[in-house]
């Protein structure tokens, strides 16, 4: 078929239609009709009655224009070390129907390009050194005709380069001379340690720091940085400027200072600075700490950048940019790249721009490229949120400076995502240990000969006269004896500092230690300021019209509230609402958080026949604090790490990420190892994050049922983590105030409940908000102190199923004792409560879970010496049954157990009162015959 054979199927009339959607948008038409409504208004401008040109020619000219913005990225000189694959059709001129006797003849197509009337020679010149020299740009996807026309221009009218002065070369030079040096010299001084060298990746320093210059000067005050190990040391030291004696020392260090557990490798860990430019501007940049989970810092740096954006710049996104640094593996192959993606245009994440760059190595580990992804480049996340992808030559530093330039001024004028891919190689092994001709023989036999990027930029500066072969010595030794120094200075330190990450966020705040969870930090809220806030909460403005179950709902709580009683839901958002009036920013994030998964929470209204929502708790007061609730995307890794990101600038504030179903949080289980449980450990970082997690046993299935308390217990050690299992609203209320006004900051995992919801016991007075504070430990009130036999510990919500056995049967030679606070253990209060009842003669924990699941593991371990057996399901490697009739089955039975009546031979559930062990025998019937006389 021809060119514009498309057009004998449309109809005069069809074409004027599609003329004017066209004009509307270009969108709203195909690319064959875009690109002929583009010529045809080419044409009307540019030739009149009298001329008589080549129309099809110039048609040719334009197609072949727009190939090379189309695919001129795949005929790029960008690869320093490797051959570039062939794609065709390649971009001669033959391929459009142009030929070599066309190359002197003028086209009026060079006006496209900004060049004028020019030859087909001009114009394929133009285009070439434009999009297929050291930068290739990938930007045709993007559908908004302003950003793309802002690209083109841009691109096309400087060649997508820029002339540098020789004072900005020397600049290059020295910061090449910087990266590459320091390499060199701790290659020599530390030989066969790991530091995940930069080495064939050394632009990467010019890079950034004009990202920091020319940043500052488009009115960028902070930079957050985001980065896995490769070059990480090379970054702290000559981006951020760590002192290089610090970072000699951490080689050879033997212990941290005092506040730091455990530590880390020196090349996981944080910095922040604030550093002065050469153009006197004063800017702040953090480098997060990152684990070996090499994007797992992604969406942290997201949420301290929004958080940063929020409170300290008033919302203003083009004071704040977050940077990430990826591997080309990594970019390609870790799924939460995708997640924070996507996450990126949305109201409750956005940032206005990520600065994305790839140290595009070219392997990953020992894998090939090839064998590491389908798409063509590692960079084609880009293209889904349609953001500019830029690739460019590893070698070429000149390239580099130029298109961060172009990149930062995309981001500042359009507030999106830019991609840029730096091509270039890894000198050594994934690290120096590594051999890497196992695996890449003949990659590295071209790598061993291929000189440094400084080396090839010092002999281009010496053939441009802008620096002799003795100026480059001179800036290398002067920097030589300088880390010289460095090390002598190094050798004077004994411990390892590391350095308080955000410290002037954190300095009003200390590291906990046992006894600080003892104690009730919140100011008390009294009676008469809740009714005034829990008002608020249950009214609607008026003249707004909401469906009637909206109505009915808040009708439903403010009755309750007349009574002087609160269920879950109220007490929640009263602890919020009062929060918020004491000047604390309260943000919940997470599937379905605004209603709540099982409808309880309603912290926003949708008004009737609209998208439009009303929130009362953004009307309690002029003066009050913000609050933030967000439907998130649905996924756990990326948002759960942004709200930690959150919390980690936000800790004045209530920051809380909530999880569908409890079990759900195993899909962010990278951060909840990396972060939450250790990051204080490893990196001395203090977070306030609270996780909701859904929690409890009601004939669901596996998936429905178990937060897994297990696996939070297993990694709970030291004062790393508060983990509660809450069953009064009372006890959620002062837990929530509590998280805000302790003077000292750790995650909060609270496993919420699902029936308790609405259970009609459960439930809490007013005065119980009022007065007191959170109750680690809740002794039986309903029992005969001299009377009680049997001490039965439990949490959540099976307490309640206790209860109402313990109700029925009189039991009051029972004590159900809940047990709120899982870790750190109330064990003092434990063993109290068991002095008290000094005729009881044993001890159960209750639980629904699996034996093997659930507390009972780390409640036994806490009790030590003191006698407790466990009455539960039996283990399983799954944590519930499919079928409710035998969930029913089983809860029966833990509950029966516990009221004497043993069902141990029917096995669906497990007992550890040991009914055929003999001397446990005698023991039960004592009790039995205790209790029987009584």
Not at 456 to 472: C, F, H, M, N, Q
Not at 617 to 646: D, H, I, K, M, T
Not at 908 to 916: D, E, H, K, S, V
């Amino acid at each position: 078929m021809g060119k514009f054979d498309f057009l004998h199927s449309a109809s005069p009339g069809a074409i004027e239609h599609l003329y004017r959607q066209y004009l509307e948008s270009p969108e709203n038409v195909g690319h064959e009709w875009q690109f002929f409504f583009r010529g045809f208004e080419f044409a009307r401008q540019n030739y009149t009655e009298n001329t008589h040109p080549e129309i099809d020619k110039e048609f040719k000219v334009l197609e072949y224009i727009t190939a090379f913005r189309r695919r001129g990225h795949l005929f790029t000189q960008t690869n320093p070390v490797r051959t570039r694959r062939k794609y065709f059709p390649t971009l001669e001129p033959e391929n459009f129907g142009l030929h070599q006797n066309d190359l002197g003849t003028i086209f009026q197509a060079g006006k496209e390009i900004g060049i004028g009337p020019a030859t087909l020679k001009e114009i394929s010149d133009h285009l070439h050194e434009t999009y297929c020299s050291s930068v290739g740009a990938e930007y045709l996807f993007i559908r908004d005709p302003e950003k793309l026309q802002w690209l083109q221009q841009n691109m096309e009218n400087s060649k997508n380069k820029t002339l540098f002065s020789a004072g900005e070369k020397q600049n290059f030079y020295t910061l090449l001379n910087l990266a590459c040096g320091f390499e060199q010299f701790i290659h020599k001084k530390f030989v066969g340690q790991k530091r995940f060298s930069l080495e064939g990746s050394e632009t990467l320093i010019p890079a950034l720091h004009y990202i920091l210059l020319k940043g500052s000067e488009a009115g960028i005050n902070e930079f957050i940085l985001g980065m896995a190990h490769r070059g990480r040391l090379n970054v702290l030291s000559n981006i951020l400027r760590k002192p290089y004696e610090n970072i000699f020392h951490e080689f050879v260090a033997e212990a941290y200072e005092e506040t730091i557990a455990l530590g880390d490798v020196k090349y996981h860990l944080g910095y922040s600075n604030s550093i002065t430019m050469e153009n006197n501007r004063k800017v702040e940049i953090h480098l997060a700490p990152n684990p070996s989970h090499l994007e797992a810092v992604s969406p942290v740096i997201q949420g301290l950048a929004k958080a940063i954006t929020e409170y300290k710049y008033k919302g203003s996104q083009s004071k704040v940019l977050p940077v990430l640094i990826h591997g080309d593996a990594a970019i390609a192959g870790q799924g939460v790249v995708y997640e924070v993606a996507q996450m990126m245009g949305l109201e409750g994440y956005g940032n206005g721009g990520t600065v994305h760059i790839v140290i595009n190595n070219q392997v990953g580990f020992t894998t090939n490229y090839l064998d590491a992804r389908s798409s063509t480049y590692c960079t084609d996340i880009g293209k889904v949120t349609k953001c500019p992808v830029f690739h460019i030559n590893g070698d070429d530093v000149e390239a580099i400076v130029h298109t961060v330039k172009l990149a930062l001024e995309y981001r500042q004028k359009f507030q999106s995502d830019v991609y840029i891919d730096i091509l270039s190689y890894r000198r050594y092994g994934h690290n120096e240990g590594d051999e890497p001709r196992y695996s890449q023989p003949t990659l590295y036999r071209q790598i061993a000969s291929h000189p440094n990027p400084r080396d090839i930029y010092g002999r281009k500066l010496v053939a441009e006269g802008v620096l002799s072969g003795t100026d480059l010595d001179e800036i290398k030794n002067r920097f030589e004896n300088l880390l010289e120094k460095e090390l002598e200075k190094s050798k004077n330190h004994k411990k390892v500092i590391i350095q308080r990450f955000m410290g002037h966020i954190w300095k009003n705040f200390k590291y906990a230690t046992r006894s600080d969870f003892e104690k009730n930090w919140a100011p008390p809220v009294i009676k008469d300021f809740l009714l005034e806030t829990g008002g608020k909460i249950c009214t609607l403005p008026d003249n707004t019209a909401f469906i009637n179950k909206t109505v009915k709902l808040l009708d439903e709580r403010r009755k309750m509230l007349e009574t002087g009683k609160t269920d879950w839901a109220l007490a929640e958002l009263l602890a919020y609402g009062t929060l918020l009036q004491e000047g604390h920013p309260v943000r919940i994030s997470g599937q379905d958080s605004i209603r709540g998964t099982f409808a309880h929470r309603h912290a926003e209204h949708v008004i009737e026949d609209t998208d439009k929502k009303y929130s009362p708790l953004r009307q309690l007061s002029e003066s009050q604090a913000a609050f933030s609730v967000y439907n998130s995307p649905l996924n756990e890794y990326g948002v759960l790490g942004f709200e930690y990101g959150y919390a980690l600038a936000n800790p004045d504030g209530l920051t809380i990420w909530e999880a569908q179903f409890g079990d759900f949080h195993n899909v962010a289980q990278v951060i909840i190892d990396q972060y939450i449980s250790s990051a204080e450990e490893k990196w001395g970082l203090s977070n306030g994050l609270v996780l909701f997690l859904p929690h409890g046993f009601e004939g669901q299935g596996p998936e429905h049922s178990s937060a897994r308390i297990e696996r939070f217990l297993s990694l709970a050690a030291g004062n790393n983590m508060h983990i509660v299992n809450p069953s009064t609203p009372a006890n959620m209320f002062h837990l929530l105030r509590e998280q805000v006004y302790r003077p000292f900051k750790v995650p909060l995992v609270v496993f919420t409940p699902k029936s308790l919801l609405r259970h009609p016991k459960c439930t809490s007075s007013l005065a119980e908000l009022a007065t007191g504070g959170f109750c680690d430990v809740i002794d039986d009130d309903m029992v005969d102190v001299e009377q009680v036999t049997r001490i039965v510990f439990c949490s959540g919500k099976i307490y309640y199923d206790l209860l109402e056995e313990k109700q029925k049967h009189k039991a009051f030679d029972i004590a159900l004792i809940r047990v709120e606070q899982l870790h750190p253990f109330p064990i003092k209060k434990i063993e109290k409560i068991i002095g008290k009842y000094t005729n009881s003669l044993l001890n159960l924990w209750v639980q629904e879970e699996p034996i093997n699941m659930g507390a009972w593991r780390h409640v036994h371990h806490e009790f030590g010496n003191i006698d407790i057996r466990p009455i539960g399901r039996q283990a399983s490697g799954s944590p519930a049954t499919g079928l409710f009739r035998i969930h029913q089955l089983q809860q029966k039975e833990i509950i029966g157990k516990v009221f004497r009546e043993c069902t141990c031979e029917l096995k669906r559930t497990y007992c550890g009162l040991q009914c055929n062990n003999g001397a446990q025998r005698e023991k039960i019937l004592k009790e039995y015959a205790y209790f029987m006389n009584k």
